[in-house]
């Protein structure tokens, strides 16, 4: 009435024209039943020679990989729900101490797809809304990079998104997780508008958050360079 200058019963018809209804106070939570369960592709295997040598052509130490991120392979003939998954490394997705998905990383060149995901009605939990790493690992600080083999180059410090592309779930968890965020992004124009949207949801969660500048993408880094380069960044931050 003060503020409208107008009478009281004028007020009450407003009020209930622009209140709205109120939220049940029980509200009814639907659970559905998952159509199928969680499983890898077909004749997963320890990795092969093909997917061994894939691996150290770009660097990386295979033994390494199988025991930090538990990788496996698959051979000429591998199938999940119809989709060929054929001629790939298979990257175990664990969220809160579980395997909740993967991914297929083509070793081929071949494949049209260079990474094929879990069937959506099989993930426990859709993989685009959660983050890649080691999690019992991760501290205040975290480097975010695009993708898993960025984050088997930089360690146990780094995270993925699975893509330039993020989620209000994924911005959530990276917010949850970590005070403070440097995002090494890949350099291409795209990369960068992306990472420059991802500091801004993430200043608006609270969180310390820069971006660092890198030529081309973390995975094509030497690990030598790559050890030097998260060493630095650990000497600024520290």
């Known amino acids: 009435m003060a503020l409208l200058h107008v009478p009281r019963g004028e007020v009450r018809s407003l009020m209930r024209q622009y209140a709205g209804h109120p939220a049940p106070r029980h509200p009814t939570i639907v659970v559905k039943p998952r159509a199928k369960s969680f499983k890898f592709p077909s004749n997963c295997k320890p990795m092969g020679k093909p ?14 990989l199988e025991q930090d991120w538990g990788l496996t392979g698959t051979g000429p003939v591998s199938m999940l ?12 997705i664990t969220w809160d101490g579980r395997v909740v998905s993967f991914q297929g990383r083509d070793i081929t060149g071949k494949s049209q797809l260079r990474y094929k995901a879990c069937p959506r009605d099989r993930e426990l939990i859709p993989h685009q809304t959660i983050l ?28 993925a998104t699975f893509g330039i592309s993020f989620t209000p779930s994924q911005v959530r968890n990276i917010a949850k997780h970590f005070k403070q ?44 360079d790559a050890n030097c380069f998260v060493k630095e960044l650990m000497r600024r931050v520290y």
């Open 132 to 159: 890649y790493g080691k999690q019992s690992a991760w501290g205040e600080l975290g480097i975010c990079v695009e993708g898993v083999t960025d984050v088997w180059r930089l360690g146990f410090y780094s995270f």
């Open 81 to 92: 729900d119809g989709k060929d998954y054929k001629h790939r490394i298979v990257i175990p």
């Open 181 to 224: 965020v440097i995002i090494v992004f890949d350099d291409d124009p795209q990369a960068q508008e992306q990472a420059e949207k991802l500091m801004v949801e993430l200043r608006f969660r609270g969180v310390r958050v820069r971006k660092e500048d890198i030529t081309g993408d973390p995975a094509s880094l030497s690990q030598r």
């Open 51 to 64: 997917h061994r040598e894939y691996l150290m052509r770009r660097g990386f130490d295979p033994g390494k």
